[in-house]
């Protein structure tokens, strides 16, 4: 019996909370039908209902093609009012089409029946009435049927006169070919132009992220760890390494501008310089080494290195200065490819600001790389004292640069324009607390750097990501204007940030063994990420990068509504217009654009694969 | 001359892999390293080149302290020291060229290597190895279009290339048939014999022990407990490596 009671009891509270549970799940979404206004009157209104229709009906005509249209007029002869004698009404032509009226006169004001024959089927017009003046006085519309014919009855305008009147029906009819209307046409254009952007913002979205990505991957960042010595005077080395960098580049820069005034001049020396890079190099970088270097050795191939990266600097100078020349004689000789033109002369711009961009990141890699190389031998051969105090004083002085650093981008930022504020409380901070820190870690303790560099990358990227792409574009559009390229670049950023991220899941996803083996055979981690995670990354990447495409075009139909330029620059117009049939038009342009890049993703994935 | 003294590992999470492995093995001799599955091989092996680093003890390889070496001084160990595994760890999408270039990585300027340009000495070097292992024809097909058999032998061309002194071999044969596995043991036989080469082999089998090892170490649950010949290994000892319960097979 107890057995029984507690089984009821239970019951009774389950259907207790059953009961308290659907009363919950009343409210709650009670809540939400306020919240979002849900509003069944405004659906069943018929003042609403003819609207959707009409909308409806619009967006299923998207404005493509058209005819050209021809109007057709057909008269009948009127009296009104009836004359005094017989009336004899001349018979109509019945070869096209014709009208009869009944009556053929009557007194104004009073209502006619008008019936025609032999028009063309399903068509409209309007019925006229047209007295001696050519005023057009409209009585009405009609409507033919599948035969061609109608009948309305209209009532006669308060015209009176003695002379003949005319009813007349104008209708229209397709004539000739169909062609494609202006709103196809602008479609098209800016269809082109959005499968372009997208294209380009995936093409630098892209190039940068696959770097990114293997920062921002767990399982290759994980073992990196490096010494306290070395890490802080990477850190010390890398602004004087990007500052050596860009003044290199513009000191060859100028020396550039003095040797490309002739052409001839410049290609000579760009030949020079490429050979003036390549043999050095060749020299330095042996392709295989047996032996450890000499110390001598390694210093004259450093030097060497640094000849061959200065020739090469003005190698590249004076090839996008060849590439600018070339582009502008093609743009100006051959109006045809004019665009090709613009776009060699953009290509050798663009080099020319990669080359200083590149200058500086492969001086601050190269200092900072040779300065952690410096802090490891000081951890191994100096004396412990020394060590200790070297240690110490790099640490603090890599915090203070920090510190000192974050200062000046906070003080352009807010314009603080204080010093002692922005510069000397941040790096002093920043110098004690360094100085903490290293007093923390045992010297010979290696510091796990990847982790920090990962987790820092990693929070970069999602603040990225989650700024819309629809607000980077207002802030790319205020600075190269309204347009296309401010879509791109809003886009590219976008398109950085996440495909970094899903880039490096994949990374995170390789086979562990690979990765092992090469490892094993003493490959540095530059070349094990070539010859063990590249290869077995391609096939994702190139999935994700054409699913990212697919997302740039449709994301760029949104970017048109802050001025991304684009498709959805018109289709916001149209909708806005309320011209909903040209609005459908585009709708249908992305529908099939993003239709067709699915199938080509698919069919380039199985070819790769 | 390889010696292990003191060696102990504990995985994070407190697992304890290795408990004071102490032996030493010779100059050109195939020491084979028996134990149960999870008894430690695969991580003794691997403390060897520090793809694992050892959480006590020393790897001492020819007067050279492993465990102790830094970045730099690794990667000049290594290349001197082949790895062939279980799970061939092949890179399948590449070609099988490609896979036993690889092992010349630790040799060829890093800057070279990044556009995929190998000495032409190399190129020769990996032709021969592939025609040592009786797959030549295949140095242009892609990895996973091979066997499993041909994919450990171009794991051992890999190790080959690096003209190692030491080859490291995990459970080279686990994954393959006995006839396969007989093929490849044969080939570490030849490098052993031939070049020299010093091999440390860890193995579940002890009829391939008994046929291809010079000497024998034994491990259960991270510790040594046996160390000798081959021959040496009669029940009694058997019981004492693989438990009480074990009955030998093969």
């Known amino acids: 019996m107890r057995q029984v009671d507690t089984k009821k009891k239970t019951s009774i509270i389950r259907s207790l909370g059953l009961g308290l549970a659907v009363l919950v799940a009343m409210v709650i979404y009670g809540y939400g039908f306020q919240v979002t206004k849900v509003n069944l009157d405004e659906t069943r209104s018929p003042r609403r209902q003819e609207q959707l229709v009409r909308i409806l009906r619009a967006l299923a005509k998207p404005d493509i093609i058209e005819y050209e249209r021809e109007e ?96 007349r029906v104008i209708t229209r009819r397709n004539v000739g070919a169909p062609h494609f209307t202006q709103t196809a046409k602008d479609t098209w254009d800016k269809i082109i132009e959005t499968v372009f952007l997208a294209l380009l913002a995936t093409t630098i979205g892209t190039a940068l992220a696959v770097p990114i990505s293997f920062f921002t991957a767990r399982n290759l960042m994980k073992d990196v760890r490096s010494p306290l010595a070395s890490i802080s005077l990477s850190i010390l080395a890398w602004p004087a390494g990007i500052a050596i960098g860009i003044q290199v580049s513009r000191l060859v820069g100028g020396l550039t501008a003095v040797l490309s005034d002739n052409l001839a001049l410049n290609i000579g020396s760009l030949f020079a310089g490429l050979v003036v890079a390549w043999l050095p190099m060749r020299w330095a970088l042996p392709q295989e080494e047996i032996q450890r270097p000499t110390i001598s050795l390694r210093l004259a191939r450093l030097a060497a290195l640094f000849v061959a990266s200065l020739a090469a600097i003005l190698s590249l100078f004076l090839l996008s200065k060849l590439v600018i020349e070339l582009g502008n004689v093609l743009a100006v000789r051959f109006q045809f490819v004019r665009f090709l033109g613009t776009f060699i002369t953009d290509l050798g711009e663009i080099l020319a600001i990669l080359i200083t961009l590149i200058a500086a990141l492969v001086g601050g890699a190269a200092l900072s790389n040779s300065a952690g190389r410096l802090g490891q031998l000081l951890n191994t051969r100096l004396p412990n004292l020394a060590r200790v105090s070297l240690n110490l004083l790099f640490t603090a002085l890599a915090g203070a640069t920090l510190m000192a650093l974050s200062g000046a981008g906070i003080d352009w930022l807010y314009q603080i324009d204080d010093l002692s504020k922005t510069l000397w409380w941040p790096a002093g901070i920043g110098a004690v607390l360094a100085f903490g820190a290293a007093l923390l870690i045992k010297e010979a303790d290696t510091v796990p750097i990847g982790l920090v560099i990962y987790y820092i990358s990693r929070t970069i990227l999602n603040a990225l990501r989650a700024i819309e792409p629809l607000i980077m574009v207002i802030v790319f559009a205020v600075w190269v204007g309204i347009g296309p390229f401010a879509g791109v670049l809003a886009l590219s950023l976008h398109t950085i940030a996440a495909l970094a991220k899903l880039y490096s899941e994949q990374v995170e996803s390789i086979l562990p063994g690979p990765l092992e083996a090469v490892t094993a055979t003493g490959a540095n981690r530059l070349q094990t990420i070539i010859y063990a995670v590249i290869p077995q990354i391609v096939p994702p990447y190139i999935s994700f990068t054409m699913y990212r495409w697919d997302i740039n075009v449709r994301m760029s139909t949104i970017i048109g509504f802050a001025g991304g330029g684009g498709i959805g620059f018109l289709l916001q117009q149209n909708i806005n217009l309320f011209n909903y049939r040209a609005a459908s038009a585009q709708m249908i342009a992305i529908a099939i654009v993003v239709a067709s890049m699915d199938y080509l993703s698919s069919v380039m994935r199985e070819k790769v694969v | 001359m390889l010696i292990i003294k003191n060696l102990t590992k504990i995985y994070e999470g407190g697992v304890l892999a290795l408990d004071n492995v102490n032996f030493s093995v010779e100059e050109g001799q195939f020491l084979a390293v028996i134990g149960l599955s999870g008894s430690g091989k695969s991580t003794l092996l691997r403390c060897i080149n520090r793809l694992i680093d050892p959480t006590q003890g020393q790897v001492i390889w020819n007067g050279l302290d492993i465990t102790a070496a830094s970045h730099e001084e690794l990667r000049r160990i290594r290349r001197r020291i082949g790895m062939v595994f279980q799970q061939f760890n092949l890179v399948y999408r590449s070609t099988v060229l490609t896979n036993v270039l690889a092992g010349r990585l630790g040799y060829v300027n890093p800057a070279w290597s990044l556009i995929n340009r190998f000495p032409k000495s190399d190129l020769e070097k990996a032709r021969q190895q592939l025609q040592r292992v009786g797959i030549a024809d295949k140095a242009y097909q892609r990895a996973d279009e091979l066997s499993g058999g041909q994919q450990q032998r171009v794991g051992v061309a890999r190790a080959m290339m690096q003209d190692p002194e030491m080859v490291l071999a995990d459970e080279p044969v686990a994954s393959l048939d006995p006839v396969l596995a007989h093929s490849i043991m044969q080939y570490l036989e030849q490098i052993n014999k031939e070049d020299g080469v010093t091999v440390l082999c860890s193995l579940h089998f002890l009829d391939l022990v008994h046929r291809y090892a010079d000497r024998v170490v034994a491990l259960n649950e991270g510790r040594l407990v046996f160390e000798g010949l081959p021959a040496e290994i009669d029940d009694k000892k058997f019981k004492e490596i693989y438990g009480k319960d074990a009955e030998r097979v093969g």
């Not at chain 1, 057709?72 to 032509?93: H, K, M, Q, R, S």
């Open chain 1, 72 to 167: 057709f007029e057909v008269n009948a002869p009127i009296l009104v009012p009836c004359p005094a004698g017989e009336l004899t009404a001349p018979e109509p032509d019945r070869s096209g089409p014709y009208m009869i009226l009944t009556p053929q006169c009557a007194e104004p004001q009073t209502n006619i029946r008008v019936e025609g024959f032999n028009f063309e089927p399903r068509t409209g017009g309007p019925i006229i009435f047209i007295p001696p003046s050519e005023v057009k006085l409209q009585m009405g519309t009609i409507e033919t049927d599948e035969s061609g014919h109608f009948e309305v009855t209209v009532e006669l305008p308060k015209r009176p006169s003695e002379e003949v009147q005319y009813v």
